[in-house]
T-cell receptor, first 112, second 110 residues
Framework: KQEVTQIPAALSVPEGENLVLNCSFTDSAIYNLQWFRQDPGKGLTSLLLIQSSQREQTSGRLNASLDKSSGRSTLYIAASQPGDSATYLCAVDMNRDDKIIFGKGTRLHILP | SQTIHQWPATLVQPVGSPLSLECTVEGTSNPNLYWYRQAAGRGLQLLFYSVGIGQISSEVPQNLSASRPQDRQFILSSKKLLLSDSGFYLC?????????FGPGTRLLVL
């Protein structure tokens, strides 16, 4: 059974710093991996989608990497801003049926 | 562009009462639709998914049911709510591997 783990559960960093969020999964036979952002009391917003054949995806200050063989993904946020404060969730799709399995998220707080 | 709606935004219901949460999608046809529940400390749990009208798959045994009476409408229901049904319910649709989420319904069962 696939399990997705995100470490740390919470993180506080000063504004302007670069940071890395970690995601690990137990079954490497994934179809794709997705990073989401969730603001308090809101739905999820898709940030980046990495197909199993890809190593990384970039969008603005965000870069997500995927090492399928080791069961790991990282989300790199450059030059963090207070507006980046949110919970970041990692999710994997096993079978191309879009029934994705979520981690519990990392709650990020950027200190002004 | 595609949009996804959920209502109500917030709901407070007594134990034993019925439930109906609605989700509709605009701007796409024949989407895959999903219901998730997010409970404190437990992450997002997939409850139901649907690949077409009248086609519902349940992921976990529970007190809830789902229906898809129209192509872009997905309904989550219960005949009698339990305290453990409290949580944040999210509807989503998917396209080419990416999931798009609605704004969610916060349900509190008292």
């Amino acid at each position: 059974k696939q399990e997705v783990t995100q470490i740390p559960a919470a993180l506080s960093v000063p504004e302007g710093e670069n940071l890395v969020l970690n995601c690990s999964f137990t079954d490497s036979a994934i179809y794709n991996l997705q990073w989401f952002r969730q603001d308090p009391g809101k739905g999820l917003t898709s940030l980046l989608l990495i197909q199993s054949s890809q190593r990384e995806q970039t969008s603005g200050r965000l870069n997500a990497s995927l090492d399928k063989s080791s069961g790991r993904s990282t989300l790199y946020i450059a030059a963090s801003q207070p507006g980046d404060s949110a919970t970041y969730l990692c999710a994997v799709d096993m079978n191309r049926d879009d029934k994705i399995i979520f981690g519990k998220g990392t709650r990020l707080h950027i200190l002004p | 562009s595609q949009t996804i709606h959920q209502w109500p935004a917030t709901l407070v219901q007594p134990v034993g009462s019925p439930l109906s949460l609605e989700c509709t999608v605009e701007g796409t046809s024949n989407p895959n639709l999903y219901w998730y529940r997010q409970a404190a400390g437990r992450g997002l749990q997939l409850l139901f998914y649907s690949v077409g009208i009248g086609q519902i798959s349940s992921e976990v045994p529970q007190n809830l049911s789902a229906s898809r009476p129209q192509d872009r409408q997905f309904i989550l229901s219960s005949k009698k709510l339990l305290l453990s049904d409290s949580g944040f319910y999210l509807c989503a649709w998917s396209w080419e591997g990416t999931q798009y989420f609605g704004p969610g319904t916060r349900l509190l069962v008292l």
